[in-house]
Each structure stands twice: as C-alpha cells, then as structure tokens.
RNA sequence: GGGGGUUUAGCUCAGCUGGGAGAGCAUCUGCCUUACAAGCAGGAGGUCAUAGGUUCGAGCCCUAUAACCCCCACCA
C-alpha cells in the first residue's frame, strides 16, 4: 500500500469492478429474505447536491449493510420528469431561441421535451456512480417510460371505472400575460404597498348599510355574496338579508361563514367566488353563484357590463371613481399585502376559475389512515404521524389535470359528434356509440404527483402481476423529505393499497436537510451551496460520505463545512495508516483462527471492546440512528483499536506473535467490514490487501459477536494507572521524549504481566516491583489504586514543587466526594426512595474514596 | 393563521425510562515515540435560554415567557 491515503487512484477502478461483477443486482432468491427500498426519484434535470448526497447515501448504507447481512438486497432507482418544472425550462430555453411553444406546436414540442430528457438522463445517474451508490442499475427506472405509461393508465382507467374520477370547478392561478395556468411553486409573492377600500352596501328594504372592507375593488362585479363571522354579535340580526350590490344593483345574499375573521377590516368581506381561492370555498359552502368577470386575458369581459374591455388596472380606477360618485366609497386605508406574481413574467396573478379534473379521496383516504394509525406503516420520528394524519383526515379531492403540454396524457376521448366519452386501457379508434373516427383526446395533461403516487409498484413491473411485486414488495423502508410527506408519501401509501392490496413500504425515515455552515438552507438562489462533485475531487468520496453523518441526527437538520470533509479525509488517512500497519506486522506470518491462539490480555481487552460496538452499532441501525453508528465507529477504530490496542499490542507482539497478529487481522477486518457501508472505497481497498478475505467486502459477511465473554478489566485498570501517570508527567512538565523511573506493589497477579503496558504507554525507563510500601524511595508521587500503587521517584522528574499541590488537591477533591456520598446516604428521603443497586453503589464509592483519602494522609 | 422543531463549553452537536454535565473542532502545553504531524499525549473551558412547579433528586417531566428555525395555508 502506499504510504498516504490518495483515493483518486482507486475509486473509480472500484466501482467499476463492482458494476462488472454485479454485486448490485438483486435476483428473486426464495433462500434469502428480501430487503427493498425504492430511491426517490430526484427530477432528470437536476444535478447533484448536497441533499441528494445525503438522503440517497443514507439509503445506500442501509442497503449496503443488508446486503453484507445476507438479505437479497434491492435497491430500485430512477428519475421523475416533473413535467412542470422540466417545461419551465425548456420554455425559457425556447424563449432564448427567438420561439416558444406555441409556435412549435404541441407535436414538435414534444419531441423536443423527448429530447430535452435523453440529454439530461446521464448527469445525475453518473454523479450517483461517482457517489458509489449500489442501486441496481440494470432496473433504472424513469416516470415517463413505458412501464410507468401502462400503470398509469391502468390506474386512471381503474379509478373512472369506480366513478371516483370527476370534473370540477376550482380556482387556479392564472398568468393573463402568459395565457397559462401556473403552478403554486411559480408564484412568487411580493408585499406591495396598496389600500384597503370600504364600501357600503346598503342593506334590502332599510336605509342601512353594512361596510366591507376590500383590497380588490375592481372584483365588486363579480361578488355574490358578503360574508360574516357567525360568531360576530355586531352582524348577528343582518345575517340571511340582502344587500344592494353598489353598480350592479343587484341583490345578494349576507351569509355567515367561520372563514371571516371578525378583527380584519370591517368584519365584513365581499365575495368573489371566481376571483379568490377562499371565496370559491365559501361560495361552494353557501351554494352561491359563480360570476367570473375577468377573462383570461386579464381583460374584464362582457358580464362586466359597462366596464367590459377595460384592463384590471383601469376597471379598478374606473369603479373606485363611480363609487365615489355613488357615495359608496366610505374610506380609502393604506395598506400593503402579498400579492401573487407570475415568476417569468412578473405579471400579477389572476385567480381565474376553471374545469378541472378530481380524484375523490374519501374511499382511498380511510384504508391509508388505517395502516398509519394501527402501526402497520412506521413513521420513525412520531411526529410525523401526526402531519401525515392531520392531511389525511382532512383530505380534499385531489386535483390531478395540469395545463401543460408535457407529462403523462390524460386518457379521456370525447367523441367531437355524438358528445360521447370513453375511457378505455387502449385508445379507442372509433366511437363506441357512433361510430365516428371525430375523437378528440383531453388536452390536460396529469399531475406529476400522479405517476409518483405509483412508484414503488410501477417500478417494480405493476400494472403486470410480476414475480419482482410478490417478492421484493412491499419494500422495507422510504427515505425522503419533509415537505412532500403529503404530496407524495401519502399518495404512495394510498395507491398500493388500492392498486395491489398491500402497503408501499414499512418504514418511513424523514431526513433533515443539509444546510451551510452558517445554518441557512443551501439554495440556487442564496449562491451558498456546495457542490459535492468539487468535495469529491478534494477529498474523496469516502470523506464527503462519512462526513456528512458522523455525529449526525440524520432525522434533524445539520450543517455543512468542508472543514468537516477535511477532517473526515484526516480520520480515513488513519484507517488508511493503522491498516499498512496492520499488514507490516502481519507479512508472512500465518493467520490462525482467533478462537485457536493464545490470546493477552490486550487482546482480550479489545476482542472484547469490539462486541460491545458491534451490538451497539447493529442496536442503531435498526433505529435507523446511522449518523450515531458513523460516531461509534469513529469513536472505536480511532480511540480503542490506534490509540489503545495498537499500542499496547507493540509490547505483546515479540513473545506472542501469532495471537496478536491474528487480533490484529481480525479487529481490523471486523472494523472495516462495519464502515463499508458508510466508506465503501477505502475499506474494499483495504480489505482486498488483507492476508484473509473474500472476493469483495461489499458481499462479505456482516460481524457477528464472538461467543466468549472476555474479560477486558485487567486492561481498564491498566488504561487507568497510565492516564493517571501521564497527568503527573504533564503537570511536572516532563517532556515526551523524556522517560521516568517508577517502582510498583502489585497486589494481583495478573497485573504483573500488564507492567509492560504500563511502562512503554507512560514512558516509563523500568518498573522494579517491591514487595511493600516500605521499599518505596521516599522523595516521590505515590498513585494508589485498588489492586496497585504506583511510585514515582521525583529525582527522574525536573520539578517537585509542585507535588505538594498535586497531594492537596487530591485530598480536597476526595474530602468533597466523600461529603457529597455521605450527605447522599444521610438523606432519608434517598435512601428510603432511591433503587437499591444506586444505594450499594454510592457505599461502594464512600468506602474507597475513605481509604484512598486514608493512604493519602497518613 | 395552523402545525412542528431548536435553545447544553468559543463553534458544531451527543446526553437512553429523571440518579454525579460529554465528544469533536478551536485554544493552550509538551512531543517528528521506526503506521500516521492529515499524527501522539495532556490541560483549561458550562447558572444545561428565562421564571415558576412536581420530586428525596430535574439538562431530562409539567406550566408560562423569550429568541431562532422549518413545514403547510395565505388573509378580504
């Protein structure tokens, strides 16, 4: 091995090697259990980022590790066209042309989105390879493809056939510039400074008035209605009256409707149920008529009467003008609000009302709140449960027709003669009816979330009943954001149940976001996000993987900073160094099996430490707690097997070489097994250098315990008495490259075996054992411990002035513990309140803190 | 407006069903000890956001307050 850890020679000769060899393809094998997880779909155009490198690594590990455990291990990945956001970009693109889609025309246009998809499929798959992602890519999956075409197909004509289809009215935002409706996520919404007009009404048959407060003046001839809050005592007697539209004169109902809020304005709104999201609401609660008034072209049209033709902007000035003259115009407040802007043109947004097609969510919503409530679908974090569960009882008719030209087609025909409609698995040549070959099909195209809602059955071959579905389904486990629990999970819980019968998945694990080191969310925008590809170059992908989980509540959000990565690179430059270590001391020498060979107490000690980490760190993941594992690790293969064993191992080596080269081996190929999921690189580098090892690590077996229940206190002491012995050497201000005399009274056996330890880690010339305290050198620092005491003649040390400050704050320190034991048992409270075992060990304490402080005084 | 989260060392974060405050980084000190200076050893550093409460005992449980953050819906 080289000297220093360069992982740009291998990585990609790795990952290659593992493509041609097929470790990531998961077969139906009846011997072993399945173990899937379906990848979110990251859109085709996007690249790699931060979150992917974390939400799809996490998935990767899990993955990764089951498959080393012996599990027939799948994991599906693919892309999503997100139509919507796909032909944002394609139309800006087409802007930047001189053209647009309009003058392409719907059939050109397509190709070029066809197109648009075949160019940007490589990027983020290859970015995933360069991640080292294990996903089984001979089933790389894309929501536009032929599959996904059938399931969606199937799905739609399925769910007409029930009648749980329907055309609807709603609001949608409309663009009057673009001539388009937008999405929510293309509205942006800017406070501009405006005004809050009050106009009177007069009440039918009185000589009263009721006083609205609107920021939309120009929408007065579109109202139906005005509205109070049914718990408004100033409205209560009016409620169920007429009011005298202003202009209009036309008579409208005053209704009471919980969405006013009684402390905005007057207490009183006018409705609009064409022109306002809340108002169609209300107006559907009330049954109030629909008056759009304003066209799509933003113009006011002919139900506007006199205003007709008139832009938004001229209407309003023209009304408020007329209502002033009227003398309804009460008072003109300022006031500034939100308004919604069309995110490419910047136009105000109109929302217009519109036919629509619905899926009816009530039937679909009750089996989906059922599997969450009943704990057959896990959230891990519970809180979620609770997002998920508020939506899902609450649920409105989905809204699944979009007006765009790209994405899945909506498969309803109408035959353009006889008005019939057909809906059918396969497009219909003629009508059924008629006869006629005149059959137009639905302009619209489908919600994105539509062929999402059937991922983890469509890619695993529905609408066809598949061996993949009835063995690899349902998956184990979804790893995905936050803010799509509703608009994606859910559906995905939904349709598996209603399509095949069974839940999607087990397991849900909500991700925190990565954000930048100074807490912010990384976005385009902000310019503050890192580019991975760029970390990788630097530092490896091993580092970037590790560093993004170790000491990392995957759950939570968690910040970013390449000092991170840097330091990670430093922790597998370590690995990288115990490993050639490892294998200089072990060249030409046999390994025997760890049960076989004499073992030390060094090696007992660390075989025994390793148990402990390898059900700790399986104890974590199966809570799904990786960025805790990640630590552990750390923690162990840094501190306990470098810093400990291997130094202790240096004084065994000589007189016990087979043993502790076979601990050696055998720790090190443990350790490395349990970090290739998370570093994947490094560690088959390593283990493919090992003097014992299969074709790969990433299909090698998962540590098991050893069953033998070692005994690694010999060794705690040890690592107690050399700690100790380094604090006084620091406090004497011994240098390191300088050794001290010690002389030592063992009172058990085993320790004498262990003075080794004790003089090579504390530096230590010799340790002569005495057979009693009275043979100790009196200028000294004596250390007392259970089982052994330590002295340190002052004449191989520079200073003494300091040990007696040393003593006495020892002695403090003791007299403290034991006032604080002491005041403990005295307190009847604890001892009549307090666990038993809590009790006998805090006597425990008081007894050795007594007879340490006694050594100390006398 | 609704829902959720966070607040512990200078920084980033752990802290299990309540039982003596932890790690890493940064900082300071000493070491190039034949795997590693991308390293080794040691030290200093905390009213656990604030105010009450429950308890023999609270970082942890309860109530209120404050600051910051996220999601959803967006106010005539």
């Known amino acids: 091995m080289e000297k220093t850890y360069n992982p740009s020679e291998f990585e990609t000769s790795i990952y290659n090697n593992w493509l041609g060899k097929k470790y990531f393809s998961a077969k139906i094998d009846k011997s072993k259990k399945p173990f899937t997880i379906i990848m979110p779909p990251p859109n085709i155009t996007s690249k790699l980022h931060m979150g992917h490198a974390f939400q799809q690594t996490i998935q990767d590990i899990i993955i990764r590790r089951k498959r080393m455990q012996g599990y027939s291990a799948l994991w599906v990945p693919g892309t999503d066209h997100a139509a919507l956001a796909t032909e944002y970009m394609l139309c800006k693109q087409l802007e930047n042309e001189g053209t647009s889609k309009e003058e392409l025309g719907r059939a050109e246009f397509k190709k070029r989105i066809d197109q648009w998809y075949k160019d940007y ?45 329907y055309k609807g009215k709603r609001i949608v935002n409309w663009c009057p510039k673009c001539r388009s409706s937008i999405s929510d996520a293309e509205v942006e919404f800017k406070d501009v400074p405006s005004h809050l007009w009050h106009i009177r009404y007069q009440i039918e048959g009185t000589d009263k008035y009721i006083e609205v407060a609107t920021t939309r003046p120009e929408t007065i001839l579109g109202d139906t209605a005005v509205a109070v809050n049914p718990n408004d005592d100033r409205y209560k007697d009016v409620v169920g009256k007429n009011v005298v539209l202003p202009l209009v004169n036309k008579l409208i109902p005053i209704v009471a409707d919980e969405y006013v809020e009684m402390d905005f304005g007057t207490g009183v709104v006018k409705i609009t149920p064409a022109h306002d999201p809340n108002d169609f609401e209300v107006g559907l609660r009330h049954n109030l008529e629909v008056v759009k008034v304003i066209g799509d072209d933003g113009v006011m049209n002919e139900l506007a009467e006199d205003y007709a033709g008139l832009t938004r902007e001229e209407a309003r000035e023209r009304i408020v003008a007329d209502l002033k003259t009227a003398g309804n115009l009460v008072k003109i407040e300022d006031y500034s609000h939100n308004v919604g802007h069309c995110e490419r043109c910047k136009t105000v947004i109109e929302p217009l009302i519109s036919s629509q097609w619905f899926v009816k969510m009530e039937e679909l919503a009750k089996p989906a709140i059922e599997v969450v409530e009943n704990g057959k679908v896990r959230f891990m974090d519970e809180q979620y449960k609770k997002t998920y569960l508020n939506w899902m009882k609450n649920i409105k008719d989905w809204c699944i027709s979009r007006q765009i030209w790209s994405g899945h087609d909506i498969p309803i025909f109408t035959c353009d003669d006889c008005g019939e409609v057909i809906v059918e698995e396969t497009d219909p040549a003629e009508c059924p009816k008629c006869h006629s070959h005149n059959l137009s099909q639905e302009l619209d195209k489908l919600d994105t ?43 995905m819980i939904f349709s598996g149940l209603e399509y095949v019968g069974e839940i999607p998945f087990r397991d849900i694990v909500i991700n925190g976001i990565v954000k930048d080191a100074n807490g912010k969310k990384m976005s385009k925008t902000l310019g503050n996000g890192t580019d991975p590809i760029e970390m990788i170059d630097k ?292 001892v009549a309140k307090a666990p038993e075992s809590l009790i006998n060990a805090e006597k425990e304490k008081l007894e050795k803190h007594k007879a340490l402080l006694a050594e100390l005084t006398k």
């Open 121 to 165: 499929k490589g990027t983020i798959i290859e970015q995933f390879k360069r991640m080292g992602y294990s996903c089984d890519w001979d089933r790389l999956s894309f929501t536009m493809d032929e599959g996904n075409c059938n399931a969606v197909r199937k799905v739609f004509v399925h769910l007409y056939k029930k009648g749980w289809i």
């Open 449 to 491: 979330w539509f062929s999402s809602a059937l991922w983890p059955i469509s890619t695993l071959g529905y609408p066809n009943d598949t061996e993949e579905l009835k063995y690899f389904y349902p998956t184990n486990v979804m790893v995905t954001a936050r803010e799509i629990i509703n608009l994606w999970v859910a559906r």
């Open 539 to 830: 530092y490896g992908v091993d580092a970037l993987r590790f560093s993004v989980f170790d000491g990392v509540a995957i759950q939570s959000d968690s910040r970013f900073s390449e000092k991170k990565v840097e330091l990670t690179r430093n922790f597998i430059n370590k690995i990288w160094n115990a490993s050639r270590y490892v294998l200089m001391q072990v060249e030409n020498v046999e390994i025997k099996d760890i049960q076989s060979v004499n073992l030390t107490y060094a090696d007992k000690w660390i075989l025994s430490e390793l148990n402990k980490t390898i059900d700790s760190v399986n104890n974590k993941f199966e809570k799904y707690d990786i960025g805790m594992a990640a630590s552990e690790l750390k923690d162990f293969f840094w501190d306990k097997f470098c810093d400990w064993y291997i130094e202790l191992s240096k004084c065994d080596i000589a007189e016990n070489k087979e043993g502790t080269c076979a601990t050696l081996v055998y720790v090190l190929t443990q350790i490395l097994k349990m970090l290739h999921p998370f570093i994947p690189f490094v560690t088959e580098k390593i283990y493919l250098e090992l003097p014992v090892h299969d074709e790969s690590i990433m299909i090698s077996a998962w540590p098991e315990k050893l069953d033998i229940n070692f005994d690694g206190e010999v060794v705690e002491s040890v690592r107690e008495v050399i700690g100790a012995i380094r604090n006084i050497r620091a406090e004497k201000k011994v240098p390191d490259n300088k050794k001290i005399n010690a002389q030592v009274l063992v009172k058990k056996d085993c320790l004498l075996d262990c003075l080794k330890y004790i003089s090579k880690l504390a530096l230590i010339n010799e340790i002569p054992v005495v057979d009693n305290e009275e043979s100790f050198e009196s200028n000294s620092v004596k250390l007392t411990f259970n089982d052994i005491i330590i002295n340190l003649p002052l004449d191989s040390m520079v200073d003494s002035g300091a040990e007696k400050e040393r003593i006495e704050k020892e002695i403090a320190r003791l007299k403290s513990e034991i006032e604080r034991s002491e005041r403990l048992l005295s307190n009847a409270g604890f």
